[in-house]
């Protein structure tokens, strides 16, 4: 289970990522909501646990933004605004659930197996670009209805960058979306996974092209 944990105070993201990982939960941590929304560009997550008062703004203000962009990502909003009122505001802007501070961890874990029995919502899971179609929820891609043989990594990668199609992806964030914040990766890993999905997309009605050091995008050429 990939969870992305927003929020801002030291001590809760410490205490909240070790008792997460304990449960064989990789976690992904943004302090902002601008960071928020970058992991959220180029990554998909099984749930987020979201903070309401963030350095740059409330938290519940991205909710309305994933839903827009069709994000079901299933929301718990993490809070010390524990008012009816509140909690109220939260779900009706698309929230799925809402846990007001302090609270028990045993809850907050209750709380994210109820969120993941739910069924998803039945909706297209496919991102297209030229004659390059990706299946995100069975992690295939085909060129015009053929299958396109790419292993685990260069699919993270294609996906990144078809999310995002016509804007550049920073470096930072495609590590991020393609390599565990464990792994030790040689600094050319990304540039290889890049150039080998070139190849292989060569006849797909699409480049991606680079700016050196600072990322990649992808275009549609057709």
Not at 31 to 48: K, Q
Request: zero cysteines.
């Amino acid at each position: 289970m990939r969870i992305l944990l927003v929020e801002d105070e030291p001590e809760m993201v410490s205490a909240l990522r070790a008792a997460l990982k304990r449960h064989d939960m990789v976690v992904d941590h943004a302090g902002t909501l601008l960071e928020a929304e970058g992991f959220v560009a180029v990554d998909s997550y099984d749930a987020i646990l979201l903070d309401r008062q963030l350095p740059d703004g409330d938290g519940l203000s991205l909710v309305p933004r994933l839903r827009a962009a069709r994000n079901t990502t299933p929301v718990l909003v993490l809070t010390a605004r524990g008012d009816t009122s509140d909690k109220v505001d939260g779900l009706d802007m698309g929230a799925d659930d809402y846990l007001a501070k302090p609270f028990a961890f045993e809850e907050l874990l209750a709380r994210l197996r109820a969120l993941l029995r739910r069924p998803a919502p039945l909706q297209s899971q496919f991102i297209r670009a030229g004659d390059l179609v990706l299946d995100v929820g069975h992690r295939e891609a085909s060129i015009r209805a053929e299958p396109l043989s790419l292993p685990r990594r260069e699919l993270l990668v294609l996906e990144a960058l078809m999310r995002r199609t016509g804007r550049m992806v920073q470096r930072e964030a495609l590590m991020e979306a393609v390599f565990g914040l464990d792994d030790e990766i040689q600094s050319n890993a990304l540039d290889t996974h890049v150039s080998r999905l070139r190849r292989k997309l060569a006849d797909a009605g699409v480049t991606i092209n680079g700016i050196r050091g600072v990322g990649y995008l992808l275009r549609e050429t057709t």
